[in-house]
């Protein structure tokens, strides 16, 4: 076992960090509390506050780097000091600042990491940059008791499965081309259903009422997959839809009715998308030889992705954990979470140069220090 | 996997004794003494008498039609793969028997022998036989074993096929101690050195998690054998599928976890 | 006579091997019109090389009968269409089936008894042992369409063994194969 | 009073805040609104309140803006303007696709 108290100071009883996550459309700051010792089911991390903003755009909108990063820089201060306030904290009990170092947008990161900065130099504390995928895996790990699953990290920038093995979360297979989320949230777009409270999720709500399943590629090669084909394809089904096409004889019957619906497209969508996912993840599991799956990133909160992960992970007399949306969708505190275990083990922040965040931050380039 | 996958299977397989040999995330393989169509009396196939039968059971996670189309699909293209081999003298492969593609059964020539420990003479438990004694382990005739296995799938690559998942276990060593590749279930045709370069990684990352104590010897051996069979102007390709293959393993293709 | 049952399948196959056929073409008129008395199927020896083959053959056929998925009008249709390697029925008929000039073939009857339930009276010809070594079968294959047939490469006059296994194995291949 | 340096190799300047009353001020920049992508526009910054804090956001609203407005006039004077979009587009998307 990894010692996690190598820098605890002699009066001190906890460790207190907050997190502040901007990698996509959501803003985020959440506050933690550790307690001395190994994390454990007796000795959980405690969440003092979790709270979020999201950079909603109109519907059939996508949304521009730039509008987000003015939405993190104008609500930041406020997100901050709403959280600091709800967790009733002292600013001197923070033993350290988290910011999110990557992957993900350019310009989010930046607003996000500037007020980290700022209230490193004004309140001195020290700054942790966290890698945003290991933000989800550890904070997964800590609100499900999961110690050693295969990880599904599926949200709209990423799609990977990985698995734990030599201090590195090491990636298993991944997505060829675009992310599962993206993949959902263009199709919305093609759709122009509401992006509100999120286009996946809007999804999700249609395809429930799908009935009929519609043949779309299938294309999982190895222990990748890769989705911009499908997404093509299924848009291409949509527009003839839209647009009465009446000679696309999958979309329209012989007399010119529509053979399928919107449903039924979503419903198609999420069934060739996530059988891709669980067979990845099944052939991760057999071969690190695990029982565990833990699904994180927002499209985690999808029913039926839990739903068919689950039935293969029960046929195999395994265990599912899955998190609701206030940690699988991006969130402050898995940032303070992971930056908190990685500062027990360092003892100081980063140097000022070493805050500069990257779009490009590959999940197994982390050290994992506090695993052996 | 649970016993209603082995029922399932039963129940395509009627009145056919089944032994389970190994299930991994896709598909159960059996072993049964019965022949689907050739009376006891006149089985052609050389004196075995046992056959192996791989079957992908269906996957209730995914929806029934997209489910029924994916196993007819692979069942047929790994067929399809081992009727490509037939026609290739140089690699060796077991032969296809029959094939029930809608409900995912593939039969098959059974290879291999049982080892003094009663366990297949697959190379990765014939290599484990030495692995307490330096002396055997590195014996000429494990040499040549090693490079025969890296010939064949230097004849396999330059067919521009590619195995997908090797590993010691999917190699078998048959009574004439002739290396035999199986398991084509990931395997495709592909005319790039990435994919025949991540192919080899896959190996030594496997080499290397099952047999550390030698492996630099093993991986050695196998690549001697692989790059004999590019000669003439096909070492031009060789040049550059182990030039990929250096990238790969720089890069630390995610394969690496396997190690 | 020979009568072969496979584990997996009810039916049971009784095969039988005529020589010197004088009617073949009366059997070819009344297979046409569908006559009742011809329910067999009439397979020409000049393309099968080996037990295994046709057995593989029939084997396919009687899978295909049990997952209701019989792409000829009945069973002993099906025989004939799983022996060609080419998904075309006409082309299997015409390449297996028998032709006016058909002296020597194989009658094939699935039965669900054991017991013989017809009789061959139809056919004016001599009837011979089927059960022959395997290779015996090869005198009467005319190999140089076997080849063509069945895409088996460059043409070998004199097959030695390891010939005859490999030449069967790709026609075992192609059946098991046709039209998947 | 908040200022900013601009070194160059061929010239340099000092920025200063030039509007010295605060109450023409606002926390509202001229070069730091939404895209026309915005139809809804719901994350202006808050008002500043008439804090000694408050009156420095102003004057940095203000300064940012010269700073925006000038480094966008250099930029000009090498491109032409559909360059200049493109570089603006890269400077502020970090050319993520959305």
Known sequence: MVDLDRYLKPDQKYYTAIGLEGSANKLAVGIIRHFPGQLSESNRAEVLSNIRDTYITPPGEGFLPRDTARHHRNWVVRLIKRSILESKIDIDELDCICFTKGPGMGAPLQSVVIAARTLSQLWNVPLIGVNHCIGHIEMGREITGADNPVVLYVSGGNTQVIAYSEQRYRIFGETLDIAIGNCLDRFARTLKIPNDPSPGYNIEQLAKKGKNYVELPYTVKGMDMSMSGILAYIDNLANDLFNNKKNNKIVFNEDGSPKITVEDLCFSLQETLFAMLVEITERAMAHVGSQQVLIVGGVGCNERLQEMMKIMVLDRKGYIFATDERFCIDNGIMIAHAGLLEYRMLGEGFDLKDTVCTQRFRTDEVHVKWRD | MSDTIIENAKSHLRNIQVTVVSQGAEAIIFQTTQHPYLPSSISTSSESLKFIIKYRPPKTYRHRTLDQQLTKHRTISEARILQKLTNIAEVNAPSLIAIDSRNGILWMEHIGYELANKDISSLKNWLWQFNHDESKALTNEVQDTLRAVGRQIGELHKNDLVHGDLTSSNIILSENSKAFLIDFGLSSQSTLNEDKAVDLYVLERAILSTHPLYSYEYNKWLLEGYSSVFSGKQETKLKEILRRYEDVRLRGRKRSMLG | ?180 | MPSAQYISPDQELLFKTNQLDTSQLSTIGITSGPSEYVKIDRDQPSEAKDTFYGKLRCKITNLQDQLNIFLTEQMGKEKNDKDIVELEKKLLDGNDDE
Not at chain 3, 57 to 65: D, N, P, V
Not at chain 3, 121 to 138: C, D, R, S, T, V
């Open chain 3, 1 to 180: 006579m020979t009568q072969i049952k496979f584990p997996q399948f009810p039916q049971f196959i009784n095969i039988h091997r005529f020589t010197n056929v004088l009617n073949s073409s009366e059997i070819k008129e009344n297979l046409i019109k569908g006559n009742k008395d011809y329910d067999f199927a009439f397979i020409n020896t000049k393309l099968i090389f080996s037990q295994s083959q046709l057995y593989s053959a029939i084997y396919r056929s009687l899978l295909e009968l049990n997952n209701n998925n019989l792409r000829t009008k009945n069973i002993h249709s099906e025989i004939l269409f799983c022996l060609s390697p080419i998904n075309n029925i006409m082309e299997a008929l015409k390449n297996f089936g028998i032709q006016n000039s058909t002296f020597d073939f194989i009658v094939i009857k699935i039965s669900d008894n054991l017991e013989i339930d017809y009789n061959l009276n139809i056919i004016n010809g001599e009837e011979i042992k089927f059960e022959q070594i395997n290779n015996e079968l090869i005198k009467f294959v005319d190999l140089k369409k076997l080849y063509k047939i069945y895409k088996l490469g460059t043409f070998k006059e004199v097959l030695n063994n390891e010939d005859i296994l490999l030449i069967n194995q790709k026609i075992i291949n192609s059946i098991q194969l046709r039209g998947q």
